[in-house]
């Protein structure tokens, strides 16, 4: 266990739909990731916060958002859904910033599957 | 910019045997973060093992090791004592300076055979 919490662990959805991850980090993780696991993308970045302020965009769509809460628990938003969405979501946790050979740790949640039929 | 190479697709060992993972990595950051990550079929994303880049001493943790060869630019993860539960899928990743997240190769799928 990461200790990284995500819900939910599953869901089905239509196309068109919009849906809402949640994310809660590790206790004491200020900085919070979003990736997406795709069969035909593999692992993608998202987006990043860190202690409410977001600090890094991937390729995170326009159609997604994400935003990280006093509490530091963050949630992605992904709006009118289409089949291409459906993938494995992860969010990830980490101390501080990453700062290159810092040692900070990233660790991940289970993730949530997502299937948009 | 960042990258990972991860050029084994697939990879089969037998139990109780040592195997070794390759990845290489592209980076012109003085400063950066080598990680491996194993993800069974369940899909669970589970962090193995670190290294820095200015760490002079190979990582280790238990059967885990890493192969860290600077120069070459490879951090190769070798695990010793191959057991049935070691199948999955094992990421290669970076975080350079700045660059706030993790990038990661395409991964390498290994199988431990009875």
């Known amino acids: 266990d990461s200790g990284v919490t995500q819900t939910p662990k599953h869901l089905i959805t239509a196309t068109g739909q919009r849906v809402t991850l949640r994310c809660s980090p590790r206790s004491g993780d200020l900085s919070v990731y979003w990736y997406q696991q795709s069969l035909d993308q593999g692992l993608q970045f998202l987006i990043q916060y860190y202690n409410g302020e977001e600090r890094a965009k991937g390729n995170i769509l326009e159609r997604f958002s994400a935003q990280q809460f006093p509490d530091l628990h963050s949630e992605l938003n992904l709006s009118s859904l289409e089949l291409g969405d459906s993938a494995l979501y992860f969010c990830?946790?980490?101390?501080?910033?990453?700062?290159?050979?810092?040692?900070?740790?990233?660790?991940f949640g289970e993730g949530s599957w997502l299937t948009v039929v | 910019a960042q990258k990972i190479t991860q050029t084994q697709p697939g990879m089969f060992v037998q139990e109780k045997e040592a195997v070794t993972l390759d990845c290489t990595y592209d980076t012109s950051d003085q400063s950066y973060g080598l990680f491996w990550y194993k993800q069974p079929s369940s899909g669970e994303m589970i962090f193995l093992i670190y290294q820095g880049s200015y760490d002079e001493q190979n990582a280790t943790e238990g059967r885990y090791s890493l192969n860290f060869q600077k120069a070459r630019k490879s951090a190769n993860l070798v695990i010793s004592a191959s057991q049935l539960g070691d199948s999955a899928m094992y990421f290669c990743?970076?975080?350079?300076?700045?660059?706030?997240?993790?990038?990661f190769g395409t991964g390498t799928r290994l199988t431990v055979i009875p």
């Open positions: 990830a946790s980490s101390v501080s910033l990453p700062q290159g050979a810092s040692g900070n740790t990233i660790y």
């Open positions: 990743a970076i975080v350079s300076t700045g660059a706030n997240n993790l990038f």
